[in-house]
């Protein structure tokens, strides 16, 4: 995806970038036989030059735009309705949330925020990972997960939801896992945020030591891996560092992944 810091700065070129990004999807679905995505950053000043540039990127035949928290809610929901006229799928980068849930003091909790943007209509909402550089309480971030994807979201205080909820025919978001993730991490990431999430493995993909190419096949290897443990009955949170392992014998990538990221922490208390 772009990031969500590449959006309307001049020196950005944003028509060279679609360009050469969807260059890259092309190629990538001609190699493979599979259908590609990159999430172009359509955010900018203002709601015409987002739609300039939303416009620009289902022409060159993107699926799929992207925008910024940061734009606020009815710039969201104006794009959101684009989107649904236009057949794109939309996804949302939270950029500048922390502003507001990551307080301790004073603020909107994430879980708000991701009802709002529910009922506006975006398609994916970055809700945190458990684990990785946006790791948080579990049960919280559950919380998050049930509240954008589950029709009828039943009370659960563990989690935070106080009170049923019932959604009736308003569509779900799909969550996204981003920051810090990697392959390593597959068990945990399987084990709390479930199958329909969208894992974004940025650095963990473009850091790996052999290329980016070589980055996404040892975390697709990983997935696969854990998903397959699952559906034979293995207990694969206990066994996930085994089951990698084995996984890697005959994938280098994957090898070369769980040797890098193995000691990667984020120790850090926000304020």
């Not at 987002?50 to 929901?77: C, H, N, P, W």
């Not at 794009?79 to 006229?85: C, E, L, P, Q």
């Not at 850091?207 to 980016?212: A, E, K, L, W």
């Not at 096949?217 to 009955?233: L, S, W, Y």
Request: hydrophobic letters at 40%; one cysteine or more; glycine letters at 10%.
């Amino acid at each position: 995806k772009d990031d969500e810091n590449i959006n309307s700065q001049p020196f950005m070129r944003w028509r060279d970038r679609f360009l050469f990004s969807m260059e890259g999807v092309n190629r990538a679905q001609a190699a493979t036989g599979e259908i590609k995505g990159h999430y172009l950053n359509v955010t900018a000043a203002t709601m015409e030059e987002m739609y300039e540039r939303a416009e620009f990127a289902k022409e060159l035949g993107s699926v799929i735009i992207m925008i910024d928290l940061t734009i606020g809610y009815t710039a969201m929901q104006s794009m959101s309705k684009w989107a649904r006229k236009n057949g794109t799928i939309l996804h949302l980068h939270r950029a500048g949330y922390a502003t507001w849930a990551r307080q301790k003091n004073h603020g909107v909790n994430f879980r708000v925020i991701a009802k709002w943007c529910r009922m506006l209509g975006v398609d994916h909402i970055h809700a945190g990972t458990v684990v990785g550089k946006l790791e948080g309480d579990p049960n919280a971030i559950q919380g998050y997960y049930d509240t954008l994807r589950l029709s009828n979201v039943q009370a659960n205080p563990m989690r935070g939801l106080y009170f049923d909820q019932e959604w009736a025919a308003l569509p779900a978001v799909m969550p996204v896992a981003s920051g810090g993730i990697h392959a390593g991490q597959a068990h945990q990431l399987l084990h709390y945020l479930g199958e329909d999430v969208v894992l974004q493995f940025g650095g963990g993909t473009i850091g790996h030591p052999d290329g980016i190419a070589a980055g996404a096949t040892a975390n697709r290897v990983a997935i696969e891996a854990m998903i397959q443990a699952r559906n034979e009955g293995r207990d694969y949170l206990a066994e996930g560092p085994e089951i990698l392992n084995k996984a890697a014998k005959w994938c280098s990538p994957l090898r070369v992944a769980l040797d890098l990221w193995k000691d990667i922490t984020f120790n850090y208390t926000p304020t």
